[in-house]
């Protein structure tokens, strides 16, 4: 159906790669063709500097060091400033831009989850039990609605679809309206995951419900900052999910101590809710721009004697005061943790499993969504809504695994803005810094980052990526991001 009707406006996969009971014989065959899926999550986004520079480095209050002298570390510089058109073209090739501007891998993990959903239904009887369908099922619907995130936080309006070998050409939809179909279907099948696995090997990066939770909560906090109708029921689904997720999982999710960050990084723990795997002894690695320790290490973690950036004095301080307590200032950074010349190291990804040298970077999982993270959206919730005291012992939560002082009593706005900057103290190269900065709108102000985007720039989609062209072709009702044009 695909290949005859040359509508390729999404780069829908090809043919030989669709299922059907002519494919599907067993669970094992079900189960293959699922597992790719998430192998196309990983070449949507660890192929190239993905997570750096949409979550860590946009408009962030970096500063490049002497490691990055000449112009081959420019984009570090237009990714401060917001200046996304002078990363693309072929002299920054090697990091992948172009990439992030194509949605066309997102758009065939859409399709592939599609057909997964519709073609469970199709099996003949006794090939899967009905649990298994629905769990299935279950996962396809998480990793349609997590390529849908990632595109909406990327691209704003996008084509939204759920059929399966869907060809026909369609516009843009309203992004918090997608967000809210997204959150709509995972309902459906969210409660047919299992909290967890018996194979420790699947914990993190196979799909779980603290997955599809932390998702949704994600999307209900998107769409509560862009929404003009009421917000106070997407802060409600966030608290009713946030307390879900830490009242009913069974033991299943946990806060490790934080002397255990390297087995938190490395992956498949109890604080993991999904994460994307490397692991060096099988050949599984990513590319070397694509970790943000890449850009925080240096000797004897990498061969370079500075690291390629370090963070405003100023943006740090107000991180991690001189004077307070706090143990991830120890664990995760070393003593030049306020050092200006490129000398500090951000220590939390720093899991060295292979031979010395640029050639490598730690053995880490990419982490996308962990417990600290729905712990916090939690908090977020909770303080708009006005439950002051509720939220303050959320974020003493992760206050007191890190054994930082003093003890909060913000209240009001000032407690909402602590919330934002515990976010970033504890998720700090973890791909979310961009996006908080966007969906609560302090990337307008220059309290929270020196390179802010200003209003009418961020009105106009400033805060968007560029669409490439190509997602024109043969496609009458589609449109780009003009802000970019």
Known sequence: MVSSCGKDFLNVTPIDDLSGNNYWKTERDAEQFL???????????????????????RCAPINRTSATSGEGRDYL?????????????????????DGITKWNTFYKMVQLSNIVIYEMDQLEPGILSEAKKKQFQAEASFLRNLAYFFMVRLYGDIPYYTEAYHSQAIGRTDMVEVLQKCIEDMKLHYKDLPWTYEDPSLIGNRTMR???????????????????????PYY?????????????????????????????????????????????NYGETFHLSAPFSD????????????????????????????????????????????????????????????EEGEDYNPDDNQVVFRYADAILLRAEALAELGLDGQAR???????????????ISEAGDE???????????ELMGEGHFFYDLVRTKKVINSKYTSSPINVEAFNKGAWTWPIDRSALKN????TLNTYWN
Do not use: C
């Open 35 to 57: 597992i790719g899926i998430y192998s196309t999550f990983r070449d949507a986004t660890m192929g190239r500097i993905f997570f750096p520079a949409t979550g860590d480095l």
């Open 77 to 97: 510089t237009y990714l401060k400033f917001n200046l996304l058109n002078a990363t693309l073209g072929p002299r920054f090739e090697y990091f992948g831009f």
């Open 210 to 232: 603290g997955s599809a939770i932390a998702l949704m909560m994600h999307m209900n906090m998107w769409i509560a900052g862009f929404t003009d109708a009421d917000k106070n």
């Open 236 to 280: 409600r689904d966030v608290e009713a999910l946030g307390k879900e997720i830490m009242e009913e999982n069974g033991g299943a999710y946990e806060l490790l101590p934080l002397e255990r960050t390297k087995e938190i990084f490395k992956g498949r723990t109890k604080e993991g809710l999904f994460e994307i795997t490397q692991n060096l």
């Open 295 to 354: 850009y925080v290490l240096r000797f004897p973690n990498k061969v370079t004697t500075r690291s390629y950036i370090y963070y405003d004095t100023k943006f740090m301080e107000e991180l991690y005061p001189m004077s307070a307590k706090d143990s991830r200032k120890d664990i995760w950074f070393d003593e030049n943790i306020y050092n200006t010349t490129g000398l500090m190291q951000m220590l939390k990804f720093s899991n060295i499993f292979m």
């Open 393 to 407: 012992q959320m974020v003493n939560i992760i206050r007191d695994r890190a054994k930082a002082d003093p003890a």
């Open 415 to 425: 407690l909402k803005d602590f919330i934002w900057w515990e976010r970033t103290r």
């Open 475 to 478: 496609n009458p009702y589609m």
